[in-house]
């Protein structure tokens, strides 16, 4: 007799969520597989992935129903030539998911307003910063009642379309979730920018609809994007018409470029960077730069840090732990 396991494992991957993902980020650490042909046991396993997934325990128990997750509709996809939102819909499922714990088990958040300029949110992080940077984007964001966080790719279900950057409010407070497949700090920072655009411009708002960005970086005519993009734009540089101005056809002498364009901006040369790379359209050259500039690397951390800082991660529960490994940096385990 076939184990019961295989035909639920079976039906989640028609629906997008594959063996691996459903064994390492929903069911318990302790599961097996054989446990499944126990009635009250395979019960505690289809609450899981009911709760994870966005299903129902009636879907689960019943073979002949089709498994539907619950939040199909309940986003819209940016960017999306080629991509349909059910393309996308088990990586938004688990985003959805670990954006609605975050705010479960954070320590009590500032309330949040839409009421901020572009050149007010400018103001607000260079008073307790420096330079304009992921570091102090992301404290920016937790202080003004933004939960951020950063999902690896590569802990998302297998066969969805992967996203860089989504924002919704699963209460009061929004949440911007990450998921680009870098870890450099000027490639978040844009994108956590982008984010933020798409926030303050009220392109999403309290019980409305999550809206999620496929491809941020891509340049297109969609006027929410556009305007979300103005805004990124006008927050680092103080003009939301900023031109690059020549700086030169070295590597050398574009990097130098880019370290006096931050100084007098007080921005991050890095992302002075990728203005240039998406004003030019050479993105290879642009890595280059970050290269130079020794920006390759530690993003998801300094995002995972910010997380812990405003997380009560006392008596979390086991079912919360496991689903948040899904996380670029496991934030329960490290606290």
Known sequence: MPNPMSGIYK?????????????????PDWW??????????????ECDIARHLGLSL????????????????DFRLKHSKGVTPADMLPAVVVAQ????????????????????SALEVRSRILRSSSRIDLESI???????????????????????????????????HPVIVLAFGSDSPPWLAFHALHELGHLFEKHVE??????VDSEIDEVNDDPQEQAASVFAVELLTGDRAFDLPPCGDKLGRIVCSMEELGRTLKVDPGSMALFFGRSSGNWKLA??????????EGAQRTIADALVAHLD???????????????????VKTA
């Open 11 to 27: 039906r989640l991957a028609e629906v997008g969520f594959d063996r691996k993902f459903v064994k390492d980020h929903v069911l």
């Open 32 to 45: 097996d597989d054989e446990l499944a042909s126990n009635a009250p046991s395979r019960l505690i396993a």
């Open 58 to 73: 009636e879907q689960l128990d019943q073979p002949s129903i089709a498994l539907s997750p619950k939040p199909v509709r």
């Open 97 to 116: 998911r670990a954006a609605k714990l975050v705010l479960e088990i954070a320590k009590p958040l500032p309330p949040f307003s839409a009421m901020l």
């Open 138 to 172: 992301v404290a920016f964001c937790w202080d003004q009642g933004i939960a951020i966080l950063h999902l690896a790719p590569e802990h998302l279900p297998a066969k969805s379309k992967k996203f860089h950057g989504m924002t919704f409010f699963p209460d009061s």
């Open 206 to 211: 309290a019980g409305g609809l999550c809206l």
């Open 287 to 296: 890595q280059m730069i970050l290269a130079r500039l020794r920006e390759k």
């Open 313 to 331: 991660l006392e008596d979390i529960p086991d079912y919360v732990e496991r689903f948040l490994s899904c996380l670029s940096a496991q934030v």
